[in-house]
T-cell receptor, first 113, second 115 residues
Framework: DVKVTQSSRYLVKRTGEKVFLECVQDMDHENMFWYRQDPGLGLRLIYF???????EKGDIPEGYSVSREKKERFSLILESASTNQTSMYLCASSWTGLNEKLFFGSGTQLSVL | GESVGLHLPTLSVQEGDNSIINCAYSNSASDYFIWYKQESGKGPQFIIDIRSNMDKRQGQRVTVLLNKTVKHLSLQIAATQPGDSAVYFC??????????????FGKGTKLSVKP
């Protein structure tokens, strides 16, 4: 089975802190994604990556950056966390090609105080 | 703009009944559709998908129907069980606009199964 692992289930950070959310997938997927999920707003795409060292902005990239130094790992970085970044963060991965199915991690619930 | 939406935010069914969750999409160029199930505290899990060259696809206890004429997608769950209680998301994939070929998700329908 495909496994997408997010390093933390819950995180509590202070405003202004630099926050790293880590994601690792074990199926050699080319594509990796970061979403945030908020009540009433559904899943919104923050950033995605089609290959190592490549990144593309999604719908809501402001306040975030990403890093993909290795194929299996995709990191989401909050340079200076703010309270409006309190959310559930979901990482996903997929193969390139006709199979667009995304495999999701369990999520990281981030609270910024 | 493009959107994927759901007719009902909540659905309550009796255990053993069939459930139907609906989804409307707005872009006729979308060529792939997918349903996910998300249980409380977990990430979304794949249920079933369908391409635009099909109008029906069946899985284990689930069926997805695609009506391209009215741009409507539905998920049918047969003999609904308590374990089916979750939020269900539809998503579409279309190579248009800012989506860049990625999935665009609806806001979800919460299914509650009464024993």
């Amino acid at each position: 089975d495909v496994k997408v692992t997010q390093s933390s289930r819950y995180l509590v950070k202070r405003t202004g802190e630099k926050v790293f959310l880590e994601c690792v997938q074990d199926m050699d997927h080319e594509n990796m994604f970061w979403y945030r999920q908020d009540p009433g707003l559904g899943l919104r795409l923050i950033y995605f990556s089609y290959d190592v060292k490549m990144k593309e902005k999604g719908d809501i990239p402001e306040g975030y950056s990403v890093s993909r130094e290795k194929k299996e790992r995709f990191s989401l970085i909050l340079e200076s966390a703010s309270t409006n970044q309190t959310s559930m963060y979901l990482c996903a991965s997929s193969w390139t090609g006709l199979n667009e199915k995304l495999f999701f991690g369990s999520g990281t619930q981030l609270s910024v105080l | 703009g493009e959107s994927v939406g759901l007719h009902l935010p909540t659905l309550s069914v009796q255990e053993g009944d069939n459930s139907i969750i609906n989804c409307a999409y707005s872009n006729s160029a979308s060529d792939y559709f997918i349903w996910y199930k998300q249980e409380s505290g977990k990430g979304p899990q794949f249920i079933i998908d369908i391409r635009s060259n099909m109008d029906k696809r069946q899985g284990q206890r689930v069926t997805v129907l695609l009506n391209k004429t009215v741009k409507h997608l539905s998920l049918q769950i047969a003999a609904t069980q308590p374990g089916d209680s979750a939020v269900y998301f539809c998503a579409e994939k279309g190579n248009y606009g800012g989506s860049q070929g990625n999935l665009i998700f609806g806001k979800g329908t919460k299914l509650s199964v009464k024993p």
